[in-house]
């Protein structure tokens, strides 16, 4: 006999995906923001080469581009 299984979903549970979804929208906006920041350093000093990516570091030691 197949039985169809339903869960509820605790409060907890979805306000622990909230903090999780602004979290990766916090983290998109701030690679966004270093690959600009990677950009801009590149066309200020002039280097024969284009940024395609850059990855925010949560550490905020360094900003690490290729």
Not at 25 to 41: G, M, P, S, V
Request: a positive charge; hydrophobic letters at 45%.
């Amino acid at each position: 006999m197949i039985r169809s299984a339903y869960g509820f979903a605790w409060p907890h549970v979805l306000a622990h995906e909230l903090v999780l979804d602004r979290q990766l929208i916090t983290k998109l906006q701030d690679e966004i923001k270093a690959l600009q920041l990677c950009q801009n350093k590149v066309r200020q000093k002039k280097l024969p080469m284009e940024v395609i990516d850059a990855e925010y570091q949560w550490c905020v030691v360094h900003t690490g581009f290729s």
